[in-house]
Antibody, heavy 121, light 113 residues
Framework: EVQLLESGGGLVQPGGSLRLSCAAS????????MNWVRQAPGKGLEWVSA????????YYADSVKGRFTISRDNSKNTLYLQMNSLRAEDTAVYYC??????????????WGQGTMVTVSS | DIVMTQSPDSLAVSLGERATINCKSS????????????LGWYQQKPGQPPKLLIY???TRESGVPDRFSGSGSGTDFTLTISSLQAEDVAVYYC?????????FGPGTKVDIK
């Protein structure tokens, strides 16, 4: 079964850091681009970042550029999101999502259940 | 950035009736070299992650009931639920993946009248 499982969320103070992980199973992980998408409480979906299958290319929303870093370990079938200098407005459920193909420019066909990040003092 | 807008914000439809959601992009998401519209539709039920319904504007994802259909090209798109079922109550989002940043519409909430 194709599956994505996020972990690493929690409560962090403003200015703090957190690293999210997304464990993939049931498919050839390195063949797909991967994404992080977030959803603030009661709000819509916001794409955060994407990474190519090899990890060579990364992309970010302006709202997180310079603060967040996406990476992947294809030997461990795991996607990461390092989040630094966290702000209250980063509070959201963070979803890991697979691109339909190796291209970043593709629909998101598989989603994890999400992990909650709360930034508050 | 490509801005996605949706209308209406919400709608209530009787069981078995048609529901229509519109989506507009601030610039064309039609890639001329392959004639594909880089447009997807997602369904999100409360407490669940989004689910891909439609990609390339009109291709139904595997396992999605055929009462869901997508149409449109360029900048104007429509998601149609031909005969609303109780399990279709959800928020529906359109998304462009023509270019990064990938952007989503604000969502349309569908309820039963």
């Amino acid at each position: 079964e194709v599956q994505l499982l996020e972990s690493g969320g929690g409560l962090v103070q403003p200015g703090g850091s957190l690293r999210l992980s997304c464990a993939a199973s049931g498919f050839t992980f390195r063949s797909y681009s991967m994404n992080w998408v977030r959803q603030a409480p009661g709000k819509g979906l916001e794409w955060v970042s994407a990474i190519s299958g090899s990890g060579a290319s990364t992309y970010y929303a302006d709202s997180v550029k310079g603060r967040f870093t996406i990476s992947r370990d294809n030997s461990k079938n795991t996607l990461y999101l390092q989040m630094n200098s966290l702000r209250a407005e980063d509070t959201a459920v963070y979803y890991c999502a697979r691109s339909y193909s190796s291209s970043v420019d593709d629909a998101l066909d598989i989603w994890g259940q999400g992990t909650m990040v709360t930034v508050s003092s | 950035d490509i801005v996605m807008t949706q209308s209406p914000d919400s709608l209530a439809v009787s069981l078995g009736e048609r529901a229509t959601i519109n989506c507009k992009s601030s610039q064309s998401v039609l890639y001329s070299s392959n004639n594909k519209n880089y447009l997807g539709w997602y369904q999100q039920k409360p407490g669940q992650p989004p689910k891909l319904l439609i990609y390339w504007a009109s291709t139904r994802e595997s396992g999605v009931p055929d009462r869901f259909s997508g149409s449109g090209s360029g900048t104007d798109f429509t998601l149609t639920i031909s005969s609303l079922q109780a399990e279709d109550v959800a928020v529906y989002y359109c998304q462009q993946y023509y270019t990064t940043p990938i952007t989503f519409g604000p969502g349309t909430k569908v309820d039963i009248k």
